[in-house]
């Protein structure tokens, strides 16, 4: 049954809905083969760290999304004292992560599930070119309204200014009517405290919640959203 108090629902990418994760690996280890330095499940670990801790730092608004991608490939090679540049990492990378769009449990079924009782809308972090083929590759794309990036906005979550974009681009034109759907506490969480919106987190079990933030609703898989929406 539809929950009245909603009539839009927006929609987190990776680790919602993506196996973002997965991506990652595909698309690090295969630049570390490039340039002679043998994967390993450390080594994927230790590069994941370095990115989150930029994408942290970004999401504060302390460094730019361009600071991210010239900066965290020569970090990571110098940890094993290897001089690689970022901008040569960089374009491999982001082919292999482009061509990589993997399905989370339950991600189509729950669109679909969703479509036919709400607008859906995609907000994400991250490169556009990147976002839109993986959603398309996946075949997402097809259950959202509109899909809202930051590169596009020229913000990114949590700050209150992406949110100020989606909501010139969104039908519904009340935050109180709106729930947002995602993994990231700092992101989607903080984001849709920041903007006056109802917030859903799934709990994978791999953060723990600051004593600041209370999501309305916690869920362990996208499959229990049905309980409530």
């Keep these: 049954m539809k929950n009245d108090k909603y009539t839009t629902l927006l929609l987190d990418v990776d680790g919602t809905l993506l196996d973002f994760n997965a991506a990652e690996r595909y698309g690090v280890c295969t630049v570390m083969e490039q340039f002679g330095l043998t994967p390993t499940q450390e080594r994927v670990e230790r590069y994941h760290q370095v990115n989150l801790e930029y994408w942290k730092a970004f999401e504060r608004g302390e460094i730019s999304r361009d600071d991210i991608f010239a900066n965290r490939y020569h970090r990571f090679f110098a940890e094993y004292g290897m001089d690689v540049e970022s901008s040569e990492a960089e374009p491999l990378y982001r082919s292999r992560l482009n061509s990589c769009a993997i399905l989370l449990p339950d991600a189509l079924e729950i669109c679909r599930y969703l479509r036919s009782r709400y607008d859906l809308y995609i907000i994400t972090n991250g490169i556009s070119e990147t976002q839109y083929r993986r959603l398309r590759d996946s075949g997402l794309d097809e259950y959202f309204t509109d899909i809202f990036v930051s590169e596009d906005a020229g ?47 799934l709990d994978d079990g791999s953060q723990q919640m600051a004593t600041d933030l209370k999501p309305d609703y916690v869920i362990h898989a996208l499959e229990e959203l049905k309980t409530f929406l």
Excluded: H, V
Aim: net charge positive; with cysteine; glycine share 8%.
């Design 155 to 201: 913000s990114q979550k949590p700050q209150k200014e992406f949110f100020d974009y989606c909501f010139l681009r969104i039908r519904e034109k009340d935050p109180s009517q709106m729930l947002i759907i995602g993994d990231s506490l700092s992101s989607d969480i903080r984001g849709g405290k920041n903007a006056g919106i109802a917030t859903c987190w």
